[in-house]
């Protein structure tokens, strides 16, 4: 892995604006993504981690949302500041996503191969036949079977596995350095998903790409992912290797996730649930966000906003962390 990331982002906070409505959602985030890895982003619905990932790209709805603080640097430019045309050159080119509904991700109106040639043109200045080459190369990639069957297919034609592979294509064709999967297994039955993970891991290595995943489930987290980001009511909790993190959690909260986690060699019967409930953006406590939902919180910790600091191989934001 090299030293240098090639995506940071930096004390980034998002905040909804407006008709009198004024709170933030995602609040002073800060993770690196480096060449050749995949970072995954976890947490629960609701916690910030779409938001986080759109933000890369100016693809959260602003307004209403804006960037209010920090920075997101990408090959020594700060993303924040550019401007909607020079967005247009990375957005698809050196950083691509893939949304996690296919379904309606895809435009019905276009069959998958104008949509692949379509993304080709708008990045490269390159003839009909090389574009359509270049799609026909990028499904093939994509693990597609008889690309060039799909290509003249439209979405409602597709099934969730192939709509979605097309979707990892419509990344992939310009080649970019980094791919944010939102989701990319949303709706999927378990043999598709394990096929779409193997695949998006099989291009980290053939391609030496950088993913960033956003995901809830721990257990695709295991599987592909190479570091973690655990976040929370906005804010990153704990982040390290997926190793150090699984193994050795810190932060209560992570350490709750991984109880909740059902296994099937284990003696109990029931699952151990994270008692309480998430705050609300617009009502969060001055101090620890999961201070109320925690049996190891403090006094300082319903007072204090606590710091996301080094803790051994991980970074922490807890006052009283899990030894």
Known sequence: MSDAPLLEINNLTIGLRGDGVGYDIVR????????????????????????TA???????????????????????????????????????????????????????????????????????????????????????????????????????????????????????????????????????????????????KALKSERGMSIMLITHNLGVVASVADRMAVMYTGEVVESGTVEEVLARPQHPYTNGLLAAVPRLNSEASELVPIVGRVPQPYELPPGCTFADRCDRSIDTCRVIRPNLEPRGHTEVRCHNPVS
């Open 28 to 51: 002073d985030v800060s993770m690196s993504l480096y060449p050749n890895e995949i970072l995954a982003v976890v947490g629960e619905s609701g916690c910030g981690k779409s938001l």
């Open 54 to 200: 759109l933000s890369v790209l100016a693809l959260h709805a602003s307004p209403p949302l804006h960037i209010t603080a920090g920075s997101i640097n990408y090959q020594g430019r700060d993303l924040t500041k550019l401007s909607r045309s020079e967005m247009r050159t990375i957005r698809g080119a050196e950083i691509a996503m893939v949304f996690q509904d296919p379904m309606s991700a895809l435009d019905p109106m276009f069959t998958a191969g104008t949509l692949l040639t379509s993304a080709v043109k708008a990045h490269q200045k390159v003839s009909t036949d090389v574009a359509k080459k270049q799609a026909l190369e990028a499904l093939a990639d994509a693990g597609i079977e008889d690309p060039r069957r799909r290509f003249d297919e439209y979405p409602f034609q597709l099934s969730g596995g192939i709509s979605q592979r097309v979707m990892i294509a419509l990344a992939l064709v310009n080649d970019p350095k980094i791919i944010i999967a939102d989701e990319p297994t949303t709706a999927l039955d378990v043999t598709v998903q394990a096929q779409i993970l193997d695949r998006l």
